[in-house]
């Protein structure tokens, strides 16, 4: 098989047909039957499956118990209307080079596993990266039990619905401490790569990122009996939000220095045609170069929206700091492919909250032509695929035989 051919196999999963974007959301139905997919995959390799207390699954070749462990992997879901390649091509990558390393007779000296991260995109309960963060502890059961989804569905009913113990939750520090090192295959999700001339990137960085919930209240009243000079309108400020976020941010986008800002989400109460909304929540994603204008920015959003007679109340759903990925390990890497070039990105991934964690991971980003992610237009070339998945065969046949792993 080949990189390709393994998401060839799972290309109409929770695709929709009329956007042509995957809505593969955590514990639905389309990310159940990716999960046995790959229990299959992983089993027909000769792996030992497992999933975990918070839902992240591992396939083992070799006895985790040894300890020392190289795991690779990444994630199913997809955010709504996704792309075809943002975490299965970890996954698919990592299935085929073990396939590789079977072929190639490597003999490993330590337990390698392909792990797939619970939810990490968000796209359903809110908070990115669920499955990694409970296992390492910087979100607590509780939290994520009561998180809930448009449908008022939570975190803890979605788990029982999925045939899962919502009690069973929490860190899994013993598990981590036998990660020798965490190596992730993405596809790249800028366009980081295009112009580099290079279809791999070794990962250095993910920027400070968070989520806030930017609740606006007004007065609801009519649409045709109101003057204009009466109203409270809260849309009024929420098309101010959406223009400061994009002022606010562009102002601090420079080359060397990024700086991001985006309203993706928006609710609206009671949502009628004919009445000055009572309510409109918008959800701001900001990210920044360094944790000072990540601040200065939701300051200076905050400021330019703030109105007399409307409320704005600001909540921060998630923020992650600066995440570094494992400089030694990073650099091995790296040598393994020489004149291959590093990137940082402004994406999040499991990688960094395991790398936040102290659990020596690494990433492999895979260029992206069309420079664009979470849209059905994301993009990888297939030969790059394969180059992707050939490099993540070399990186783990040298971690498997080395005498020792880098430190
Ligand atoms: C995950 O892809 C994120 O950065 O939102
Ligand atoms: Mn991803
Ligand atoms: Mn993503």
């Not at 080949?2 to 514990?27: E, F, K, N, Q």
């Not at 190639?104 to 359903?124: I, K, M």
């Not at 990540?294 to 759903?317: K, Q, S, Y």
Request: hydrophobic fraction near 40%; proline fraction near 5%.
């Amino acid at each position: 098989m080949s990189v390709v051919s393994r998401l060839d196999t799972i290309a109409t999963v929770g695709r929709d047909p009329s956007s042509g974007g995957y809505r593969r959301l955590a514990w639905t139905d389309a990310d159940l039957t990716l999960r046995e997919w790959f229990a299959s995959e992983a089993s027909s390799l000769g792996l030992d499956v497992e999933t975990d207390r918070n839902g992240n699954i591992w396939a083992w070749w070799g006895d985790p118990s040894s300890g020392d462990a190289v795991v690779t992997g990444s994630h199913l879901d997809s955010v709504p209307d996704g792309g075809n390649y943002d975490g299965p091509l970890g996954v698919a990558s990592a299935l085929d080079a073990v396939g590789e390393l079977q072929r190639r007779g490597v003999q490993p000296r330590r337990p390698l596993a392909v792990a797939c991260f619970t939810d990490e995109e968000g796209g359903r309960f809110g908070v990115a990266c669920i499955g990694s963060r409970l296992a390492t502890g910087v979100l607590t059961p509780e939290r994520a039990l009561a998180l809930r989804d448009v449908d008022g569905v939570t975190f803890a009913e979605a788990l029982t619905r999925a045939g899962r113990d919502p009690h069973a939750l929490g860190a899994e520090s013993e598990r981590l401490k036998r990660i020798s090192a965490f190596v992730e295959l993405h596809v790249e999700q800028g366009r980081g790569l295009i112009d580099l001339g290079h279809a791999v990137a070794v990962g250095t960085a993910i920027l400070p990122h968070g989520r806030w919930r930017i609740d606006i209240g007004g007065q609801p009243n009519h649409a045709g009996t109101t003057r204009m000079a009466d109203r409270r309108d809260p849309m009024v400020v929420f098309a101010r939000l959406v223009l400061a976020a994009q002022a606010e941010a562009s102002a601090r986008d420079i080359p060397t220095r990024a700086a991001r800002a985006t309203i993706g989400k928006v609710s609206c109460t009671p949502n009628a045609v004919n009445a000055v909304p009572a309510h409109v929540t918008g959800w701001l994603d900001a990210r920044a170069e360094d944790e000072e204008t990540l601040d200065a920015l939701l300051e200076a959003i905050a400021r330019d929206i703030a109105t007399p007679g409307i409320t704005v109340t600001v909540t921060e759903e998630s923020r992650t700091p600066a995440q570094y990925f494992d400089v030694t390990l990073s650099e091995h890497v790296a040598g393994l492919m020489p004149g291959t070039p590093l990137l940082a990105t402004g994406a999040g991934h499991d990688a960094g909250v395991l790398a936040e964690a102290g659990v020596p991971s690494a990433m492999l980003f895979v260029r992206n032509p069309t420079g664009i992610s979470h849209s059905p237009e994301e993009r990888a070339e297939d030969a790059d695929c394969e180059t992707g998945g050939q490099a993540l065969a070399d990186v783990l046949a040298d971690l498997l035989t080395a005498d020792t792993l880098p430190r």
